[in-house]
């Protein structure tokens, strides 16, 4: 018998995944993780002993930059990948939420770090400071905004900033509705999606 480690586990006689393959498990659980933890350095940037604060903040561009590669990865696995369906007891309006839950967790995976990337991108002292991921080699910025007229740059870092903290609270929202949800299926409805994200 022929085993591969991201073969779909198939219910009996059909030719439905009943599981996520392990390539799309582990990018699910690691940027989950990397989110939460870039989330909290987000909000404790500012609580920080001076000396910590830049370490903290580059730690933070650093998980970002990670997801948004990890992502794409991801999108372009699920588009060669086909998932496991819901399961055929859910209503319709619960699966076409589902379907739209996740179609925005992939967009602000994207729109999140790709908003924090032109915020700092549009950093004044960008120049000056340049960024390292994870302090192990040099990670450009976005070459046009760091060259736009400077008082422009101002403009964008601010607006960047703001896009970039509603995309996170927009992202708390999700993330809550996304985990509220998997938890209501499985203790509830006694109809579990979980099993579908775990080997």
């Known amino acids: 018998m022929n085993t591969h480690a991201d073969s779909l586990t198939h219910s009996s006689g059909t030719s439905s995944p009943t599981r996520y393959t392990r390539t799309a498990m582990t990018l699910h659980w690691l940027i989950a ?72 967790l992939y967009l602000l995976m994207i729109a999140l770090p790709l908003s924090g990337w032109l915020h700092d991108s549009a950093w004044k002292d960008a120049a000056t400071h340049p960024m390292q991921l994870f302090h192990l080699f040099p990670w450009p910025r976005i070459g ?6 400077p008082a422009l740059k101002e403009t964008l870092h601010d607006r960047f900033g703001a896009l970039h903290t509603w995309l996170g609270y927009a992202l708390y929202a999700l993330l809550a509705m996304h985990i509220g949800g998997a938890l209501k299926h499985q203790w509830i409805d006694r109809k579990s999606v979980l099993e579908r994200m775990v080997p």
């Not at 055929?88 to 739209?100: D, N």
């Not at 046009?144 to 007229?149: G, N, Q, S």
């Open 33 to 104: 993780l990397l989110m939460i933890v870039n989330v909290a350095l987000g909000v404790s940037a500012e609580w920080w002993p001076d000396d910590w604060v830049r370490p903290v903040v580059d730690t933070h561009k650093s998980i970002g930059i990670t997801v948004l590669g990890l992502a794409l990865l991801r999108i372009l696995w699920r588009v060669s990948h086909k998932p496991p369906p819901l399961p055929r007891e859910f209503p319709s309006w619960e699966k076409i939420a589902a379907h739209v839950a996740h179609f925005l």
């Open 144 to 149: 046009y905004v760091m060259h736009l007229d």
